[in-house]
């Protein structure tokens, strides 16, 4: 587990594939939260944007990343840094996956999510987001 990756990872058809995994197992060593770079070759994404990105984790919930080092090609962003943070406890395995917005694809831990019609939400969030809306407006 180390903080920065030398191996280039490359954009195959649809997503860059990310694995950590202690072998070990040695329950008195585990990784606390580390920032962790890995070098990727995007070029086959053919995007400018590098918002045009999201890293979700195994459960496809979506992770903070930042893309650094971005080296462009005829306007579109061939190679760069990925940088996120990350713990790796005892035994655990960790997985990312870095796709298109809009590309997510579905974990098996999703059919438990529920999406309701924004007009069905109570009365009280509604309210609730409007009192922060007010409050964090600049």
């Known amino acids: ?3 920065a990756s030398t191996k280039w990872y490359k954009w195959n ?6 694995e950590l995994k202690d072998y070990l197992n040695i329950s ?3 990784w606390p939260i ?8 995007i070029a086959n994404a053919r995007v400018s944007d590098p918002k045009s990105f999201e890293l ?15 080296e462009m090609d005829k306007g ?6 990925l940088c996120f943070l990350s713990d790796l406890p005892s035994g655990a395995t960790r997985k990312f996956q870095l796709v298109l917005r809009g590309d997510k ?27 922060m809306l007010r409050i964090t407006a600049f």
């Open 1 to 3: 587990f180390a903080s």
């Open 13 to 18: 058809e649809d997503k860059i594939s990310i």
């Open 28 to 30: 008195e060593m585990k």
């Open 34 to 41: 580390t920032l962790l770079r890995y070098k990727v070759d």
């Open 56 to 70: 979700i984790d195994e459960t496809g919930k979506s992770i903070s990343y930042q893309l650094t080092d971005l």
């Open 76 to 81: 579109l962003i061939s190679k760069a840094t």
């Open 105 to 131: 694809p579905l974990s098996s831990n999703s059919s438990h999510l529920k999406i309701r019609p924004r007009s069905t939400l109570p009365k009280p969030t509604i309210r609730f987001f409007r009192r």
